[in-house]
């Protein structure tokens, strides 16, 4: 079941101003600088003297960028935007022993992916994020929250050569997942995300899903607060199952659906506290403040206020930059005038939004 | 004596530098994918990469050399998305996999396009003496479902329609040995009662536009029972089972019960993972599948992969056809030459 842990409060800022608080937050991803981008061609260019150090640099000068564009939109919790990952099975397969890669396949056009196989079986060798971690905690003056692709999506985007199935495997890679948290948390982190799209595309898996979050749980203090996200499926296949998950808190894209699934989780009740994508990921315009708002009470009918978290629907990294930017802001004032209204009893949270007609 | 056949059901991933400068020639988006009328440039970015998957079946030593269906940017739905009176929609799953292609919609006429003949012309150019062609089609049924029908007045009139279109690309192929018809929607979608006999008329409609040997190939599963006894009406050569990911106790059920054609394809080697089967493994696998159908000696049994071959990173895809060819050899009593 869920774990219900009241974790939420560690996240208000010193200068919150409202007695309600909706914990903003985004899902990860974020467009990189274009110069990132020219220093990586440079690192893999022999005739450059751009060496490796000064690609870490350079990682090192986008995160800080970035991990403060966060902060100047007013989030609760921020994050680097993901600048140190190229991809999110491949980053993770780098760093798993276990892994190997063998060349691009095709995804659907032109449109290729590195996907690694399991050659053996999967080991723990070094921290995977804790040093991005680490670093993005040492320049940020708001709590960080750490994106994790979960094992479920990591075994069901690769090949598996190693296992006789690709549960067994799942299970294997959520007990290493375990361990990279542990060791974030004792890093100080208090804020993780599972990232499981592979589930929206094979929803009757959500049992294994459910098993590697048990495992991923497993020791983790109650202080520290988990998430998982998924986008882009049909929820009526996993819900009411995800109400068992050991979450904190379920984050799920459904601005770019219009919010036609969102009666899913109302009925029976919502047990973790629901992340809800207020902006949609995949239009490169910046939702007006009123919109926005009105996309937060659509959550207010499934979730309490004190339960509520306000997110984008999935990564930003396919947007342009000053698009996502405008995006988080607006979000994050959206969220302040909703609490300013509940503060002053202004929504009615048995019906926070018209029904249609 | 059954003859065996290495062969594959085509599909291939292209080199990892046609990968490279077709993206760069053509682009990324949904508009930027193979139209039919190709620019110079790209033609001959595909003709060497062409050139390339033919050499590499015929260095692995395999019986059938496919024309390897790099073009076929949107998979199995590839007759259609260059139709002329077809145009594409938005990008749609392709089956249940991680991979996506361009929704057919249909808005007109399948008349002739003769895009696939043209290919096969092109690969009949590049085979040496004593090589054998091997078209390769989607089934009828896989290509309808595949597609969204927005001319025909129903589902029923559609699938006839597209038999018919396959049929005339088919009546317009260079001389071939072998003809391939994929049919994976017959296990992913199967045909409901009202259309589970017209799929196998519509393939008999294929089928009977060419003097080659014909193989209906299905994967991803076994075939449901009233499937298969429909299948088993259409005047096909040989029917083709996937072995690796198929409910194998399933397929062994319909064959023992309703029997067979008098050839088989079996889909021995895995098209969607990495790991790379022995020659033995797959000598094993034809041995086996032939002692559980004791009432029936094959006169031909294809040795191919289950799926189409995209899904794999190059290496691996060339390591499977060796693999391939060698099992077969192997299968065959020969003694194989150790590779480096």
Known sequence: MSRNADNRAQFVPENHENDHFLLTTVVGSYPKPKWLNRAKDLSEDEDARFDADNLEEAYDDASEVITHEHERTGLDTVVDGEMRRNEMVEFFAHRIDGYEFNGPVKVWGHNYFDKPSVADEVEYDEPWLVDEFEFTRDVASRPVKVPITGPYTLANWSFNEAYDSEEELAYDLADLVNLEIEKLVEAGARYVQIDEPALATTPDDHAIVGECLERIADGIPEEVRIGLHVCYGDYSRIYPELNEFPIDEFDVELCNGGYEQIDVFTEPDFEPDLALGVVDAHTAEVEPVEEIKENIKQGLKVVPPEKLTISPDCGLKLLPREIAYGKMENMVTAAREVEKELDAGEIDLDAPVPTAD | ?340
Do not use: C
């Open chain 2, 1 to 340: 004596m059954t003859e065996l056949v290495a062969t594959t059901p085509g599909l291939y991933p292209l080199p990892d530098w046609a990968k490279q400068r077709l993206s760069e020639l053509k682009g990324h988006q949904k508009g930027d994918l193979v139209s039919g009328d190709e620019g110079p440039e790209i033609v001959d970015a595909y003709d060497q990469a062409r050139e390339e998957v033919v050499a590499d079946q015929q260095g692995a030593g395999l019986d059938r050399i496919v024309e390897g269906q790099l073009r076929w940017d949107d998979n199995l739905a590839h007759p259609l998305t260059v139709h002329d009176n077809v145009e594409t929609g938005g990008i749609v799953r392709y089956y249940d996999n991680n991979n996506f292609y361009r929704d057919p919609e249909v808005v007109g006429e399948l008349d002739f396009s003769g895009d696939v003949a043209a290919e096969l012309e092109t690969a009949s150019d590049l085979l040496a003496a004593g090589d054998s062609l091997q078209a390769v089609l989607p089934g009828p049924y896989s290509l309808a479902d595949l597609a969204s029908d927005e001319h025909y007045s129903d589902e029923a009139e559609f699938l006839d329609a597209v038999g018919e279109f396959l049929a005339g690309e088919v009546e317009a192929f260079p001389e071939h040995e072998t003809l391939f018809l994929l049919e994976p929607s017959l296990v992913e979608n199967a045909p409901d009662d009202d259309l589970d006999a017209r799929a196998s008329e519509a393939i008999d409609a294929v089928a009977d536009a060419t003097d080659a040997n014909v193989v209906v190939h299905s994967y991803w599963g076994a075939l449901e029972e009233k499937v298969y006894a429909h299948l088993m009406d259409a005047d096909v050569d040989a029917i083709g089972f996937d072995v690796v990911a198929g409910d194998r106790s399933q397929t062994l059920y319909n064959i023992n019960e309703y029997g067979t054609k008098d050839s088989v394809a079996l889909g021995l080697v895995d098209g969607q993972n990495t790991l790379v089967e022995s020659p033995e493994t797959i000598r094993d696998r034809i041995e086996w599948v032939q002692e559980q159908i004791p009432a029936q000696e094959f006169d031909t049994v294809y040795a191919t992969s289950n799926t189409e071959l995209f899904y794999l990173p190059v290496n691996k895809y060339q390591e499977k056809l060796a693999a391939l060819a060698e099992g077969v050899a192997l299968a065959r009593g020969e003694e194989t030459e150790v590779q480096a």
